[in-house]
Nanobody, 119 residues
Framework: QVQLLESGGGLVQTGGSLRLSCVAS????????MGWYRQAPGKQRELVAT???????NYLDSVKGRFTISRDNAKNTVYLQMDRLNPEDTAVYYC?????????????WGQGTQVTVSS
């Protein structure tokens, strides 16, 4: 059983900052990558940022320069530092774990944390 526990969401004004955290626990296996996705009302879930086990990162164009993803491998934790937030960033943010055990690859999702940016 794998669990992803997210925290750090909330309400912030335009221009403010939030830091999301996601801790993975259980029979994780070998982590390939961890990342953050978001889903706004009426929209599809989209990739926000990912970081591989080797530290390579990938960002959604609209968050480049404002968001920073990082990992603490020893704690199986991924962070998303979000600066200069704007109302378009309002969404439920989900943590995703991409892992493998033997030859099998698995994806796990957190329960989501709400981020609301007021104008």
């Amino acid at each position: 059983q794998v669990q992803l526990l997210e925290s750090g969401g909330g309400l912030v004004q335009t221009g403010g900052s939030l830091r999301l955290s996601c801790v993975a626990s259980g029979s994780i296996g070998s982590i390939n990558a961890m990342g953050w996705y978001r889903q706004a009302p009426g929209k599809q879930r989209e990739l926000v940022a990912t970081i591989t086990n080797g530290g390579n990162t990938n960002y959604l164009d609209s968050v480049k320069g404002r968001f920073t993803i990082s990992r603490d491998n020893a704690k199986n934790t991924v962070y998303l530092q979000m600066d200069r937030l704007n109302p378009e960033d309002t969404a439920v943010y989900y943590c995703k774990l991409d892992t493998r055990r033997g030859w099998n690859r698995f994806n796990y999702w957190g329960q989501g944390t709400q981020v609301t940016v007021s104008s």
